[in-house]
């Protein structure tokens, strides 16, 4: 019977596919591909990824997600130790001094292997943070955007105002944590934090965590920064907004208008009708009692309503994987909010122009 790599890899070259093109058009990494092929299961960050990343290369290649997702299941269930109960069906009996013996041995075995293991952990331990503090890096951030896999002890040196503020990848574990001027910050995956650099009360930069891998450190983490226009800071409340004698600018290069010029700005509903599998993240902006994100897997035909007053910001694994319409004011208005493949991170959400009326636009965060 054919194996789960087996098949995958079959239904690839069957079709003449390279992995660096699978990796573009259904954005998994190609790390990822490799390991899905080779059944180690061990390199992803927990089950839900191995699930979700199954249904989408099987559906890329055509195949039976199902069958797939069984042969997965039958993989893990075999993987699975074997009772003793059942091992030991007719146990031996042994003389009575024999048990106690052992356990005397296992004891002094125990007590060896465990003084062994703390002096080989000293001797790493001290190499190992020899050898970070021997190859950790540090960049200088040039523009508005920067992205690199950095690892522990690797900072960032970011120009504001004249002033140079530093970023340090403190360590990775079950987070990231990242020291900033502010204090020590903790990054999950997917999470973005925001940190105002020169305590002026205004958020000055944005991090966002791509990539890294629990409790392995040695893959780092993929971080993006970027500094935010204040002109165009996408955490600017409706009502500072209204209280505001000079209406904050939009930079119209970077967003697009979904529902014109109103008087006030009113709750609206995102309506998501997802067309295949999708990894979809959602977060209402400054609304408090609502405040967090949420994150799953969506499946073909399934649809997510999101309610929001002030707006409402959105990541996807793949833009033409769901219909995207915005209902308010009694209106219908399609949105279109990237290309197939590729991941996007949006916001929708109201702002003022400079004829004082309300516009609710979708400007892109990150591609």
């Known amino acids: 019977m054919e194996s789960l790599g087996e098949k995958l890899k079959s239904a690839r070259l069957e079709k003449g596919l390279s992995f660096d093109q699978i990796s573009r058009e259904t954005n998994i990494s190609i790390r990822y591909l490799e390991a899905l092929e080779t059944e180690n299961f061990n390199a992803f960050p927990g089950e839900p990824y191995v699930i979700g990343f199954l249904k989408n290369y099987g559906e890329y290649l055509d195949l039976d997600v199902q069958k797939v997702l069984s042969l997965y299941r039958a993989l893990r269930i075999q993987e699975q130790p074997v009772p003793v109960e059942q091992l030991l069906k007719n146990p031996i009996k042994l003389p009575g001094f024999v048990i106690p013996l052992g356990i005397i041995l296992l004891v002094l075995c125990a007590g060896s ?11 790493n331990h001290r190499t190992a943070n020899t050898q970070v503090n021997q190859s950790s890096s540090e960049y200088l951030m040039e523009g508005n955007f920067f992205e690199r896999r950095l690892y522990r002890n690797d900072s960032v040196l970011i120009s504001l105002d004249n002033e140079i503020y530093k970023m340090e990848l403190s360590s990775l574990g079950e987070t990231v944590s990242i020291r900033t001027p502010s204090g020590l910050r903790n990054m999950d995956l997917g999470q973005e934090i925001i940190i105002d650099l020169n ?13 890294f891998v629990k409790n392995n450190a040695d893959m780092g983490a993929l971080l993006h920064f970027i500094l935010i226009d204040s002109d165009v ?6 009502n500072q907004i209204t209280n505001t004698t000079a209406p904050a600018p939009v930079n119209a290069a970077s967003s697009v208008t979904i529902i014109p010029g109103t008087p006030s700005a009113y709750p609206f509903t995102l309506q998501v009708v997802f067309q295949g599998y999708n990894m979809f993240r959602w977060e209402i902006l400054n609304e408090r009692d609502r405040r967090g994100t949420n994150q799953r897997y969506f499946q073909r035909a399934e649809q997510l309503d999101i309610q929001a007053q002030n707006g409402i910001r959105i990541w996807t694994s793949n833009a033409q994987a769901a219909r995207f319409q915005v209902i308010g004011g009694g209106r219908v208005y399609p949105v279109e909010i990237g290309a197939s493949g590729e991941v996007v991170v949006t916001d929708i959400r109201w702002v003022r122009d400079d004829e004082n009326r309300f516009r609710l636009i979708l400007m892109r965060l990150e591609s």
């Open 113 to 123: 292997w465990g003084i062994y293991q703390l002096i080989l952990y000293n001797q």
């Open 199 to 211: 305590n002026d009360g205004i958020p000055d930069l944005r991090i966002n965590l791509v990539d």
């Open 233 to 238: 800071y996408t955490g600017a409340d409706i």
